[in-house]
Structure formats: structure tokens, C-alpha cells
């Protein structure tokens, strides 16, 4: 049997979300991606509700968790709001985030060690209701070393740095970044954590963070999303090219 433990994959729905918010009715709809992305393989299913509800809306969050058939892992901002809505939907797990209302996306880690005082509530909370809670942080041994203090089981280290540096083509700073991941995962590792990572990953940075034993789950969304559309859209135009063909044909025997 394989030494190496199995690395599970999460999808995040949020910007199937954003599509479907672009018209503000229902559809595509985040939970029936989900439940493709489940039968596709996926190991678990991650949303975030932000403050400003821009994508993942309540409802959503709701209906994941009374609908998907794996855990969801529900990312959130600590206020005292999604404390609430958290403990009302149970996921199986929280993932903490820093929350800008003006940032595109999760820009950085949380800063565990400047607001340990604060964090440390949440976390406490949240386990003693069953949710598994995860820090969303860089790799830095200082920010590594107070997660494990505050007794959170799992961190997830922030992949942004080290995704843009690659995409970029800036070497030196993409070096020194997988660097950081790969020492801060193994020192997480040895203080009894378990590694998550994710935020910006594709095929190629996924395929190599992969090879890191020490990290259990990769959470990834946007690039996913991005490239189901090209995967699936010549599938939808013959599909809709094929709907047209069979309403013109009926015209034709009716004239
Ligand atoms: N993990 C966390 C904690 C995140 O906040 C995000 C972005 O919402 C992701 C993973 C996924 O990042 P991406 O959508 O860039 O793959």
C-alpha cells in the first residue's frame, strides 16, 4: 500500500454563483454544479459567503448543505453574522478568511497572530459544535506555529503569491514562494496539523503542489469554472443548434 496519503479535491461554486447573479435569476445553479462536480470526482464542495453576498447567497448555502452528498466546507469572514448562519447550517467544515468588502477575491492570509484574541472564540465555538475549522493563512512559521496554538485541526495555506509569481514568469519570486509552501506545509505538519492549500491553482500548479505530501485537500474554483466553459460550450451549441434544427423541422410538416 501507498505510504502517501490520499490528496482530496474541493470545489468551489462560487463563481458559478457570480454567472448566475450576472441576470439575477436561478439559473446556472451553483448547488447542480455541485452535485456534477461530485460526480465528477470531487471529495467535497467549498463556498464562501461573503459579507456583501456578491456570489454564494444564503439559500445557497442552505440548499448545498441539505442537497450534496459530500461534506461542504463553508468559508467565511469571523463576525458574529456568519457565526450565526454557520451554526445553523452545520457544515462539515469552516474555513476562516480574511474579508475586504472592496478586494476581487481573498487577497491574503488571515493574520492569526495580530487578532488571536479575536479568532480564538470562533474556533472554539465552531468545534464545540462538531465543525471542523480551518485557518486560512500564508505560510509563515509565525502564522503556522499560532494556528496550531489556538488549536484549530486544519490550515489552509494561501496559494495566490506563489500562482501569480508562476503565472507572471517572475522565476525568482515563484521559487522562493514554493519554497514558503513547502517548508511552512512541513512545519504545520510536524505541530499536528493537517494542510489544505488553494487559491488560484490550475492544472500545472495544482499537478505540482500534488507532489507535496504533507497537504491533504486542494481547494480550487475560478480556474475550474473558467475552463468548463470551453470544455463544455461546443457541447451546448450543438445541443442548441439540434433544439432550433427540431422546432424549424416541426414548421416545415406544418406548412
Ligand atoms: N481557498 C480559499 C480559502 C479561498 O478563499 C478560495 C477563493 O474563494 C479558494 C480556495 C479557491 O480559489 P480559486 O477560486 O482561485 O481557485
New binding site residues.
Partial sequence: MSKVPPLRLGV?V?HIATLRNARGGARPDPVRAAKLAIEAGADGI?A?LREDRRHIRDDDMARLKAEISKPLNF?MAATADMLRISLATKPHAV?L?PERREEL??EGGLDVVGQHNALAPFIATLSDAGIRVSL?IAAEPRQIEMAAKLKAPVI?IHTGAWCDAVMDGHAAKAAAEWERIVTGARLARSAGLEVHA????DYATAERIAALPDIAEL?????MVGEALFVGLAETVRTMRAAMDRGRARAETAT
Fill in positions: 468551489n462560487d467549498t464562501h468559508e474555513c478568511v477575491t481573498t486560512f489552509e488553494g487559491h488560484g491553482l481547494n480550487i474554483g475560478y480556474y
